[in-house]
Nanobody, 117 residues
Framework: QVQLVESGGGLVQAGDSLRLSCAAS????????MAWYRQAPGKEREFVAD???????KYEDFAKGRFTISRDRTKNTIYLQMNSLKPEDTAIYYC???????????WGQGTQVTVSS
């Protein structure tokens, strides 16, 4: 059973914006938190941002001021609005949910974001 489905990636130019979406199952969406991670070619997966059930959000330093994570309870969907994109933002972006012992246990298939200079 697919529980997380990402969409919205694509090829853009530096300075452009993209909005990623992650549709979740009701159970996953209502759990403690959901997050976005990314993995660039040749690099380890890294945290981007997360949103807790109570609306609290957290961002990695590179995302602060440029990225915004949000959630729509009517659609069981979280979003990642990315502005002022840079070539170094090029990566596969993954949605994650269902925190167990501090780690996310449910992952989407990922969506590719490519930023050209």
């Amino acid at each position: 059973q697919v529980q997380l489905v990402e969409s919205g990636g694509g090829l853009v130019q530096a300075g452009d914006s993209l909005r990623l979406s992650c549709a979740a199952s009701p159970r996953t969406f209502s759990a403690y938190a959901m997050a976005w991670y990314r993995q660039a070619p040749g690099k380890e997966r890294e945290f981007v941002a997360d949103t807790r059930w109570d609306g609290v959000t957290k961002y990695e330093d590179f995302a602060k001021g440029r990225f915004t994570i949000s959630r729509d309870r009517t659609k069981n969907t979280i979003y990642l609005q990315m502005n002022s994109l840079k070539p170094e933002d090029t990566a596969i972006y993954y949605c994650a949910g269902d925190v167990v012992d501090g780690d996310y246990t449910t992952w989407g298939q990922g969506t590719q974001v490519t930023v050209s200079s």
